[in-house]
């Protein structure tokens, strides 16, 4: 999966006794709500992937339904099957007469894991009138992507999900667990809430950059200014990840905290986006997305996405901090940026060290993996391994402030007692991840509109 997973295989089926079929069926009733019958087509299916079997009529059967089919994809996942592993029963599931849309479904979540977006989209249309709800989910997405929210929640109401979304409830993707189509009900939410002013003239270029007149282009359907839009693109890259490389973010935090004792430490890297970040660009996630749906971005978004995948991330000194607005220096390139929306609630001293990634957005830059404080001693160090752009390495370096503070009360040591340490604490705070503070990471609500 990644440069730092190569300790992590695959889990069959069979690879411990107490993984036995027993177990998983009990498994799967517990984390997919399956009763015990469908549980057990479901191991048939998962199954399949390593042993294709001669006559696939169980698998096409338990692939009739829904969410053996939902499920299948998600424990292929869990297990590191996704790709190369499923290519010979996607391949036999192929050649089979009249296909259910969940068979269909699936080839063409397969098709798009391998990058085949445009086959994806074709299989997605074929099975469009089925009503399948993982189809109209799926298809959803592609609006998403293409940044259509009235059609992506036109497709998830077909599909089932719930739509009618609480906008005064942020939504933090990270900690979302109410499945894929309601997730992206809650991603697309306050964007189909509130329609966009008018881009441009009838007759004028459109400004999404396509070159057409904007009335051959987006009237009617209007972009939301791309400073609206970017955390949104930040969710489109995590929902994307989600689905193709969901286990990425916990192996990196896995490796940051191997040295880790202290549970508190260990949970704070977890729950925080520093993880999601670093599977995103240097886990080279966000690059593969651009390859992929690349072509489903507004222009906009895609030129704003290839910077953000060339920034690198870097040690910062704080110059001046206030409600809203952080100005810091790159010690890599001793460039001075300003810092918004993406900000620890409570202002950081003059002359603090921080390390982050730091993504241009419209005349400022945001942070959407959050700040870690660094202590003078380590700079050099962690702008060596930031330079490498190594997954590994970055992750190595990240570890070492961690490493040298075994607890939580070791983190707060390794700074001059002259520091205001209820700062430290606001900070600490917002990379456990908290929810509801608007900087814990790349939340989408409607006050991100106004």
């Known amino acids: ?141 592609v609006e998403a992507d293409r940044s259509n929210p009235t059609a992506a929640r ?73 400073e609206d839009r970017a955390g949104w693109l930040y969710v489109k890259l995590m929902r994307f990840m989600q689905v193709n490389e969901a286990l990425l973010p916990a192996t990196i935090g896995d490796d940051i905290v191997d040295a880790v004792t202290d549970p508190e430490l260990r949970q704070m890297v977890h729950d925080s986006y520093l993880t999601v970040d670093l599977a995103l660009f240097e886990g080279g996630v966000a690059q593969r997305f651009l390859d992929a749906r690349g072509a489903l971005l507004p222009p906009d978004e895609a030129d704003l996405l290839r910077s953000w995948i060339s920034a690198t991330r870097s040690v910062y000194e704080v110059e001046r901090s206030r409600t809203g607005t952080m100005d810091v220096i790159d010690l890599a390139t001793r460039e001075r940026k300003t810092v918004v929306d993406t900000l620890p609630d409570a202002p950081l001293d003059a002359g603090w060290k921080i390390i982050g990634r730091l993504v241009p957005v419209g005349d400022g830059h945001r942070a959407y993996g959050g700040f870690l404080p660094v202590n003078d001693d380590m700079v050099g160090a962690m702008l060596e391994g930031f330079a490498s752009r190594q997954l590994e390495t970055v992750a190595l370096a990240i570890g070492q402030i961690f490493e040298s503070a075994a607890t939580h009360d070791d983190l707060r040591e390794a700074f001059d007692e002259g520091l205001d340490m209820s700062a430290l604490d606001e900070l600490l705070a917002e990379l456990g991840g908290a929810a509801d503070e608007p900087g814990a990471g790349p939340d989408v609500d409607e006050t991100e509109l106004s």
């Open 154 to 226: 036109e497709l998830l109401r077909e599909a089932g999900a719930d739509v009618e979304i609480d906008l005064d409830t942020a939504f933090d993707p990270h900690a979302a667990d109410r499945g894929f189509a309601q997730e992206l009900a809650e991603e697309i939410a306050p964007f189909a809430a509130l329609r966009p002013r008018p881009m441009a003239g009838r007759n004028d270029r459109c400004p999404c950059g396509s070159g057409k007149k904007y009335k051959q282009c987006h009237l009617g359907r209007e972009l939301h200014p791309i």
């Open 1 to 141: 999966m990644s440069d730092v997973d190569d300790g992590v295989g695959a889990v069959g089926a069979s690879d411990s006794p107490d993984n036995s079929v027993g177990d998983r069926v009990h498994r799967a009733t517990v984390e997919f709500g399956l009763d015990g019958a469908d549980a057990e087509r479901l191991e048939v299916v998962v199954d399949a992937a390593a042993a294709v079997p001669d006559d696939l009529g169980d698998v096409v059967d338990a692939l009739a339904e829904p969410d053996i089919a939902e499920a299948a994809w998600i424990r292929w996942s869990d297990e590191d099957l996704l790709g190369e592993p499923l290519d010979t029963l996607i391949d036999r599931l192929a050649d089979i007469d009249d296909p259910s849309a969940c068979v269909t479904w699936l080839r063409a979540r397969h098709a798009a894991w391998h990058g085949r977006t445009a086959d994806a989209i074709e299989l997605l249309d074929a099975a469009r009138s089925s009503g399948n709800r993982l189809v109209l989910s799926d298809l959803a997405a």
